[in-house]
């Protein structure tokens, strides 16, 4: 349709080279041909001319202008599609996705055959998963180009994604049918496996597994094949096809586990015994494989156990494999096989020790040559990590200082020892040595990460950024340029290190820019829209689609969103004084000429203040242009400008709750099945006075685990709520509102009459469970104080020797808060025997030579983590003890030798 406000000839070639202009990025050459246009008299107001010239001065970063610009087109020329086109890329540009669809529907009610406002159109649709919409718009482009394979393609894709998998098949089966080709290249490969993969989805896997078979020839990607029909066999029950499949890809790759598992499965071996004699079948096969020996292991017991342990430990030990206790660590949720690893090495050690063999025997066969002298430092190794699992720290450190003494320069050693100090509560002496593995190889960016980490752990965050910024860019600062990367897992142990030392704003804005880093993967996946479409790599693309829908499910996000929604729900409980407030709190009793020179210097202050965040400000838009100019290369100017996160801002929000609910919302779609999520809400709806969102969070986590501690604590605090709103007269609950809530009283508060009762009746029945008497004993005093001392006698009569360091800790510092009041007997009766229990422990020290000593607990609502800062000036400086820092770290040995004297490690 032409244009309601057409151009003369003359003007008209001008605007198709602006048009080219734009297309070539020449927007300097595109101002200047628009100038032209609109300062000839006739139009000056012309509407087309206006919107692309509004258009490149948005790619020139002049954003204002621009929407001034492309707003007056639009009034002067509704009726044009260029209009509206230009309107909905420059809301685009702005992330403005509902908004710019908006634009180019009514783009197309004007040109409802452009090609090119249809694919922005299902560009835009596809990214905010309207899939019905996406359908039509695929349609509307496959009626328009039905000669063009991603017509085809994305017609199927709309119904695939839609779950109308036989239409989805019906369009492949024509699409592919019309082709005629000689050879057969990777696209087509890859459609092939794309529409096998929609078969799969649609439940046909007898058609999937005959689809495979005829096409075999034609797919490039023969490993896909073969592990898809293996599959397709053993869920069709053809077991007997299965079995040379997963044997030849076992063959390909003798260390895949997944493999292993389903040739077994294929082979219909369910016995113990059966089971390892095939293992043992293919350890004489592949020799070389480390799953055919470890895989075993899993499913044997007691003698048999015994002996293939004893025959996996010393053929790793005797190599010298570093993560041999990391392979085996799973074996240790079972006690028998725990006690039978630990006596097999301690035989070792000693054995070694005196004659130089794993055993007597050996030592008794003349035959036999002595182990390698590796074979002693690599078991004392092993025995310092098996004690440290079993939080024997004292052992676990003979064992770990002899190792280091055998061999002082192995960098492996120092790390352990650090992470045994970790576990057994001394944070600052774990940092130590995690300093002198990396001083070691300062190389190695694995042992420099996990020093950094180490120390941030620690709360010390200055030198943790000294530590990473050995392998950042040099011209910015190390926090800048991590965030840069997306170095996620440094901000959210910054973000907590910040939580713990209370700077509030500080750990909201590390909470916030992991947040930031999910948008822009969520944004940035529009740029694979039309490329995996162009490329035909389809399986990835709808995997990469189906990801993006739960991106933040990922722990990263959890942490960041959990600390975020702590720190929020401190704020409001306890909020921050105003900055201004601050400065005034001394001023009122100076006398004039004090309070005079104090206004003075208060003004300059402020001055250098702000001159001092203008220059920053400057400096932060230079290093963004710079870095967009390196990344894009000019191609993205237009990029919208994120807010500058300032943590005095994000301290001092306006409404706290507000800003935490929308770190919980995506955890509430994506993390349901989390129940820390649901007792996060419990907190914020209580803060609210919302009694129907607390029951609906209380319903959903019990749905999780209605034996929850924690969740316990909630429904009593509900109850005590609902009882107090139930007596008042000013805040009446609505009779709506009454009944949703008496239908749900039994299961929620079963039978109990008021919160004392159900208290009660919790601890009678869970009297064994130190994370139940810890909140029932809180509870206990919160409803009652009188019973002070009972609740006092529940926590410290707790028996020490079955109780981890992280729930020791909690229950001291709860002690030590004066959340009961005051309580010095009792406190030091219990620290002493935590002392006796944890010796290595800091956060039951005695700290001597203080002068000043700060004692400062947080417990958060949702997941009562509970830390502790002791400042101590006079000796070891700051001492952090945060109970997340002291579970089993799940750390992969995978650190490469240094330059010292080695040993081989195969």
């Known amino acids: 349709m032409p244009s309601s406000d057409p151009l003369p000839p003359k003007e008209s070639a001008l605007f198709r080279k602006i048009l080219k202009c734009y297309e070539m990025k020449q927007y300097k050459n595109g101002l200047k041909l628009a100038k032209q246009i609109l300062t000839n008299p006739k139009f000056t107001e012309h509407g087309e001319t206006l919107a692309m010239k509004g258009l490149t001065l948005n790619c020139l970063g002049r954003k204002d202008e621009a929407y001034d610009h492309v707003r007056r087109g639009l009034r002067n020329d509704l009726k044009s599609h260029v209009c509206w086109h230009v309107y909905g890329l420059l809301q685009r540009s702005d992330k403005k996705y509902d908004e710019a669809i908006k634009c180019y529907r009514n783009a197309l009610k004007w040109e409802k055959d452009n090609i090119q406002i249809l694919r922005d159109l299902s560009l835009l649709q596809i990214q905010m998963r309207d899939l019905e919409g996406y359908r039509e718009t695929r349609h509307q482009l496959f009626k328009l180009r039905p000669s063009q394979h991603a017509s085809w393609i994305g017609f199927a894709m709309s119904y695939h994604l839609l779950g109308d998998y036989e239409t989805a098949m019906n369009i492949l089966e024509t699409f592919l049918s019309s082709q005629t080709m000689d050879t057969f290249d990777y696209k087509h490969s890859e459609l092939l496996l794309y529409q096998n993969n929609v078969i799969q989805e649609a439940g046909n ?5 005959q689809h495979l078979k005829n096409y075999k020839q034609q797919i490039l990607d023969k490993l896909a094949v073969q592990e898809s029909m293996g599959a397709l066999c053993l869920k069709l029950g053809r077991h007997e096809e ?13 260390d895949n586990t997944e493999y292993y598992l389903k040739y077994m499965e294929a082979s219909k071996l369910s016995n113990a015994s059966d089971l390892i004699q095939a293992y043992r079948a293919m350890q004489s096969e592949y020799p070389q494989s480390f799953c055919a020996r470890r895989l075993p292991l899993d499913i044997a017991n007691g003698d048999t156990f015994r002996a293939l342990a004893d025959e996996h430990l010393r053929r790793n030990l005797r190599k010298g494999v570093p993560p041999l206790f990391v392979n085996l660590r799973s074996l240790y949720r079972d006690k028998e096989k725990v006690k039978t690893i630990g006596k097999l090495v301690e035989c070792y050690y000693q054995n070694l020790t005196s004659s130089g063999f794993f055993s007597a025997e050996d030592a008794a066969n003349a035959d036999l040559r002595k182990e390698p002298a590796s074979a002693l430092l690599w078991t004392m190794y092993y025995l310092a990590q098996h004690y440290d699992y079993l939080r024997e720290s004292e052992k676990a450190l003979d064992f770990i200082n002899a ?24 944070v600052l002496e774990a940092v130590k040595w995690l300093d002198e593995a990396q001083s070691l190889d300062t190389a190695d960016r694995y042992i420099n990460s996990k020093c950094a980490k180490y120390m941030l752990r620690a709360n010390q965050i200055e030198e943790a950024e000294d530590i990473c910024a050995k392998f950042t860019r040099e011209s910015v600062s190390a926090m800048e340029n991590l965030n840069e990367m997306q170095c996620m897992w440094f901000q959210t142990e910054c973000a907590l290190s910040y939580q713990r030392l209370e700077k509030w704003g500080d750990a909201l804005k590390k909470c916030h820019e992991v947040d930031r880093h999910f948008s822009e993967i969520i944004e940035d996946q529009f740029d694979f829209h039309t490329y995996c479409m162009r490329k035909m790599t389809l399986r990835s693309y709808v995997g990469l689609l189906r990801l993006e829908d739960v991106l933040r499910r990922h722990p990263f996000y959890f942490k960041a969103a ?17 900055e201004s407030a601050v400065e005034e709190l001394d001023i009122e009793n100076l006398p004039p000429p004090e309070l005079k020179k104090l206004r003075n210097k208060q003004r300059k202050a402020q001055k250098k203040k702000a001159e001092q965040e203008n220059a920053q400000s400057k400096e932060n838009q230079k290093k963004e242009q710079h870095i967009r ?40 779609m994506l993390a349901k099945d989390n129940i820390e999520t649901h007792l996060m809400a419990f907190e914020i709806y209580l803060r609210r006075n919302k009694l129907l969102l607390m029951l609906q969070s209380l319903k959903r986590a019990r749905k999780i685990d209605a034996s929850n501690p924690i969740l316990h604590g909630c429904i009593v605090r509900f109850q005590r709520v609902l009882e107090q709103r139930l007596a008042a007269t000013d805040n009446a609950v609505d009779p709506s509102v009454r009944i ?32 139940a008497v810890y909140e029932a004993a809180k509870i206990m005093y919160t409803l009652d104080e009188k019973r002070r001392d009972e609740a006092l006698g529940l926590l410290t009569g707790v028996d020490l020797k079955q109780v981890p360091l992280e729930k020791a800790t909690k ?19 219990f620290k002493k025997l935590c002392q006796k229990r944890y010796p290595l422990a800091v956060v039951f020290a005695d700290v001597t030579a203080t002068p000043v000593t700060t004692l400062t607990t947080t417990q958060s609502s949702s997941a009562e983590s509970t830390q502790t800062t002791v400042t101590d000036s006079g000796s070891s400086g700051r001492v952090t003890m945060a109970t997340s820092a002291l579970g089993a770290s ?17």
């Not at 896997?205 to 597994?209: D, H, V």
């Not at 650190?895 to 081989?904: I, L, R, V, Y």
Request: net charge negative.
């Open 811 to 829: 229950l001291f510092l709860l002690l030590k808060s004066g959340y009961f009041g005051p309580c010095e007997d009792q406190l030091a009766a």
């Open 629 to 668: 100019k390196q990344l894009y290369d000019g191609a993205d100017p237009e990029a919208p400008q994120l807010d500058e996160l300032v943590p005095e801002k994000l301290a001092r929000p306006d409404d706290p709750l507000e800003k935490a609910i929308e770190f919980l919302k995506p955890l509430q």
């Open 890 to 906: 799940g750390e992969k040995s995978t650190k490469k030798q240094n330059n010292g004297p080695q040993f081989k490690s195969n």
């Open 562 to 578: 959990k600390c975020a929604i702590e720190v929020y729900l401190r704020l409001f409980d306890k909020p921050l004084a105003a």
């Open 403 to 426: 190792a280091i003494e055998h061999t002082p320069t192995l960098i492996e050693l120092f790390v352990t020892k650090g992470r045994i100090y970790k576990h057994a509560g001394d």
């Open 242 to 254: 299965a079995v040379p499949i997963f044997k030849e890809l076992i063959e390909r790759n003798p």
């Open 740 to 771: 949703v809530i008496d239908r749900e009283r039994e299961n929620l508060f079963h039978g109990q009459q008021n919160a004392t009762s159900l208290n009660d009746a919790y601890l009678q029945s869970n009297r064994d469970n130190l994370e």
């Open 205 to 209: 896997y007898e058609q999937a597994l």
